[in-house]
């Protein structure tokens, strides 16, 4: 799904956040250490190669909502936006984190002047943010910030399965009538 505002391409895929050759910066779903874990920052790192956690090493530790930017390595992408979201239930006001972390990464790339960005479903691995919440703040985030934006055009969401795909397309759907 594919959608236009304010000169900015929302798109939404299934697929793998380490295989998007065609986009400035991927964002990884990080940890407050920047290490490599499970999930996307796990699939991240094994791309990027040993460079990866060389690099972040001097940024850690994070906090939730933060993002920080680091070169791509052995990615096709020319950086990786490192963004900790909130653990549910733990780290709170959530919602307003999360949010933060979607916003902090769009900021990240406009002031290094990126055009395009990729964004996992931060939060709703491990940390056990429902994905349905999740997509909504994720996608009021880009469409609220897109009129704001000078560099970035393009803001993919790769989603790791189909449910995930639906349900953002679904609030897409429902955020632009």
Same mark, same amino acid.
């Given at each position: 799904?594919?959608?236009?505002? $304010?000169?900015?391409?929302?798109? =939404?895929?299934?697929?793998d956040?380490?295989?998007?050759? $065609?986009?400035?910066?991927?964002?990884?779903?990080?940890?407050?250490?920047?290490?490599?874990?499970?999930?996307?920052?796990?699939?991240?790192?094994?791309?990027?190669?040993?460079?990866?956690?060389?690099?972040?090493?001097?940024?850690?530790?994070?906090?939730?909502?933060?993002?920080?930017? +680091?070169?791509?390595?052995?990615?096709?992408? $020319?950086?990786?936006?490192?963004?900790?979201?909130?653990?549910?239930?733990?780290?709170?006001p959530?919602?307003?984190l999360?949010?933060?972390?979607?916003?902090?990464a769009?900021?990240?790339?406009?002031?290094?002047?990126?055009?395009?960005?990729?964004?996992?479903?931060? +939060?709703?691995?491990a940390?056990?943010?429902?994905?349905?919440?999740?997509?909504?703040?994720a996608?009021d985030?880009?469409?609220?910030?897109?009129?704001d934006?000078?560099?970035?055009?393009?803001?993919?969401?790769?989603?790791?399965?189909?449910?995930? =795909?639906?349900?953002?397309? +679904?609030? =897409?759907? $429902?955020?632009?009538?």
């Amino acid at each position: 799904m594919t959608y236009e505002t $304010d000169g900015v391409t929302i798109e =939404l895929v299934q697929g793998d956040i380490t295989n998007q050759p $065609d986009i400035d910066a991927v964002v990884n779903a990080a940890n407050a250490q920047l290490r490599t874990g499970g999930g996307v920052a796990g699939a991240i790192h094994r791309a990027a190669g040993p460079g990866l956690a060389r690099e972040t090493r001097p940024m850690a530790p994070i906090q939730p909502g933060e993002a920080v930017i +680091s070169g791509g390595h052995d990615l096709p992408n $020319d950086h990786v936006i490192h963004v900790l979201g909130p653990v549910y239930g733990r780290d709170e006001p959530s919602g307003e984190l999360l949010r933060a972390g979607y916003e902090n990464a769009l900021d990240l790339a406009e002031s290094n002047e990126l055009t395009s960005i990729a964004f996992p479903a931060i +939060s709703t691995g491990a940390f056990g943010f429902p994905l349905e919440p999740a997509a909504q703040i994720a996608l009021d985030a880009v469409l609220s910030r897109a009129g704001d934006l000078e560099c970035v055009r393009r803001v993919r969401f790769v989603l790791f399965d189909n449910d995930a =795909l639906e349900t953002h397309r +679904s609030i =897409l759907s $429902d955020l632009t009538e």
